[in-house]
């Protein structure tokens, strides 16, 4: 069964640092990886993902991620972070291929509070 | 283009008793997958839904079970309700079932079980 571990719960960075918002994953194959955002009592939404191609991934918002597959990781990144990026980050994969079973399903993380000073 | 939206937004139930909640995906989806979240428990999937079939189901009790309409709208309905089914219920929609599809979600309904 495939998992996401995102080992920190909670980021506090200043206003205008970069941030980095950690994630690794276990997947049977290749993995789909996505990251999510969740503001206070409102639902997910969808920042960035990785399918294949270029390591590298640009998203909404000025977010980006970069996969290793060595280090089964897909980490967050923003140059320089804002007020209103403070928010709840889950990272979640799914197998590109099936396997067979359950494992079909999205995976999240247990999130990461992200809190970004003035 | 309008978002996923959920019925009601807020629900409280007494143990013992069911619920429905609905979901309307965004216009064109086909896809409709269900998650619980929890602050224990986090983001926990319940089962996804495409052209009326269920496609996956996650490890929930049957007294969790789901549906969907050839309009792509989805229900889900919880019978004999427990304290520990209290949560955020999420809908989310997407365009195909094809897994690199994104997930679009709904603000949710907050289930308060007493």
């Known amino acids: 069964a495939q998992s996401v571990a995102q080992p920190e719960d909670q980021v506090n960075v200043a206003e205008g640092n970069p941030l980095t918002v950690k994630c690794t994953y276990s997947v049977s194959g290749n993995p789909y990886l996505f990251w999510y955002v969740q503001y206070p009592n409102r639902g997910l939404q969808f920042l960035l993902k990785y399918i294949t191609g270029d390591n590298l991934v640009k998203g909404s918002y000025g977010f980006e991620a970069e996969f290793n597959k060595s280090q089964t990781s897909f980490h967050l990144k923003k140059p320089s972070a804002l007020v209103s990026d403070s928010a709840l980050y889950f990272c979640?994969?799914?197998?590109?291929?099936?396997?067979?079973?359950?494992?079909?399903?999205?995976?999240f993380g247990k999130g990461t509070l992200l809190t970004v000073n003035p | 283009k309008a978002g996923v939206t959920q019925t009601p937004r807020y629900l409280i139930k007494t143990r013992g008793q069911q619920v429905t909640l609905s979901c309307s995906p965004i216009?064109?989806?086909?896809?409709v997958s269900w998650y619980q979240q929890t602050p224990g428990q986090g983001l926990q999937f319940l089962f996804e839904?495409?052209?009326?079939?269920?496609?996956n189901k996650g490890n929930f009790p049957g007294r969790f079970s789901g549906r969907q309409f050839s309009n792509s709208r989805s229900e889900m309905n919880v019978s004999t309700l427990e304290l520990g089914d209290s949560a955020l219920y999420l809908c989310a929609s997407s365009l195909t079932s094809d897994r690199a599809y994104e997930q679009y979600f709904g603000p949710g309904t907050r289930l308060t079980v007493t």
């Open positions: 839904y495409f052209s009326e079939t269920q496609r």
């Open positions: 216009s064109g989806h086909r896809s």
């Open positions: 979640a994969v799914r197998p590109a291929m099936n396997s067979g079973g359950s494992n079909y399903k999205l995976t």
